[in-house]
């Protein structure tokens, strides 16, 4: 899913920046990231049409503007 992607790459550079005590690290979009992921994984693919949730940043292309397509 390319919507997950970018949930996939900004987490882990977040979490490290937490872990690390980074006085720049934002703990609550940290958070926000991981509930976006979380919403992402429970959407149901098989209704027509799903409601995606919406990124908690933007700017992160089309990774987060683009829903999945059906195959």
Avoid: C, H
């Amino acid at each position: 899913m390319r919507i997950l992607d970018a949930a996939n790459r900004v987490i882990p550079a977040l979490q490290d920046a937490v872990d690390l005590g980074d006085s720049s690290a934002n703990p609550d979009l940290l958070k926000a990231w991981k509930q976006f992921r979380v919403a992402v994984n429970r959407v149901v693919v098989t209704q027509e049409n799903p409601s995606w949730p919406v990124a908690p940043q933007s700017g992160y292309g089309e990774a987060v503007q683009v829903a999945p397509q059906a195959s």
